[in-house]
């Protein structure tokens, strides 16, 4: 039962700060599937077809690193075994970020989460189950939870028995970060990677903040994000459901095994980093407005782009 509320990639580049010449450029698209969902790149730029071919091997490559639906993957054989020797750099340092996000927020960002997110999966699948998983079962799969029990170096990566990882509320983040910094380095100054989380670089086409629509539900919030040089990442808690009728959310509480609280509608957070945004947005969805605001105070450059209540 593969849930994900990351729904489609966009990379768009802008001319705006491109000589004139360059600017008459013919647009170049990609369409194809990245990150486990359609995707398409547009760039405007006179060497646009290497570079969308750059950006797409990068994803595919990140792909083989952190996704749970990808065969061979990194994080699949490191679940599979319980251990990875030589981990690719990507993962050790995504999972440093990981701890990271751990200590900041109380233990409420936990990628150990995956043997609990299985668990109502399995629980779910195929019925029209009201309940939730029982108590009995619920507690004993937090017996396989706990990020603060990952032993990461260069050397290897190491799990308990039952331990599995997830990396879906920080990897979108952390590849668009990665996509964002490539494109950089091959000279564009204005682009926007969307892998449902943002990163926004320079200038949109007309010369103004890069504009990103958001919803709350089934509704679109009048005022846009606007976004120059920096990341935005949004949460809902009830987005997505197991049971499809919203009463189970997707996004788990890894100390009590139970869904987010109907806390909030719309959770979404800007930071200079993808990675930084997309973990915040998913452990907020965990947290009462004083918790947030309190974790905040740990990352000055981060904040609330919009907070939605229920």
């Known amino acids: 039962m593969p849930l994900s509320r990351r729904r489609f990639l966009v990379i768009s580049a802008a001319a705006s700060a491109l000589p004139v010449a ?12 990245a990150l486990g969902a359609d995707a398409t790149i547009t760039l405007a730029h006179p060497d646009a077809a290497r570079l969308v071919e750059l950006a797409r091997r990068e ?21 599979a075994t319980g251990r990875l020797a030589a981990p690719p750099p990507e993962l050790l340092e995504c999972l440093s ?4 996000l751990h200590r900041a927020t109380g233990g409420l960002f936990d990628p150990t989460i995956q043997p609990l997110w299985v668990l109502y999966a399995r629980h779910f699948a195929g019925t029209r189950m009201a309940e939730l998983p029982v108590s009995t079962a619920r507690e004993a799969t937090l017996a396989s939870v706990g990020f603060d029990r990952v032993r990461l170096n260069a050397a290897e990566i190491r799990l308990d ?14 590849i668009a970060d990665r996509v964002g910094a490539l494109l950089r380095a091959q000279g564009l100054r204005d682009v926007l990677v969307n892998t449902g989380e943002f990163q926004a670089l320079g200038l949109g086409p007309d ?3 890069w504009q990103v629509g ?8 009048r005022r846009r994000a606007a976004l120059r040089d920096m990341a935005l990442a949004s949460s809902a ?19 009590t095994g139970l869904p987010a609280p109907a806390y909030w ?22 947290m009462d407005r004083q918790a947030i605001t309190r974790t905040l105070g740990l990352f000055p450059q981060a904040g609330i782009e919009r907070l939605v209540s229920m």
């Open 22 to 33: 360059a600017r008459a450029q013919a647009v170049h698209h990609w369409r194809g599937v």
């Open 59 to 79: 994803i595919t490559r990140l792909e083989t690193v952190f996704s749970l639906h990808t065969p061979g993957s990194a994080l699949n054989r490191l679940n």
């Open 97 to 100: 970020h990981c701890a990271h």
């Open 161 to 174: 028995p039952g331990f599995a990882l997830s990396l879906n509320g920080i990897a979108q983040g952390y």
């Open 207 to 209: 010369g103004q903040p």
């Open 214 to 221: 958001l919803k709350a539900g089934d509704r679109v919030l």
């Open 237 to 255: 808690a009830q987005g997505i459901s197991f049971d499809g009728q919203g009463r189970a959310g997707h996004i788990l509480n890894p100390k």
């Open 265 to 286: 509608q719309l959770v979404s957070v800007k930071a200079p980093q993808a990675w930084l945004a997309d973990g915040l947005s998913t452990a907020f969805c965990l």
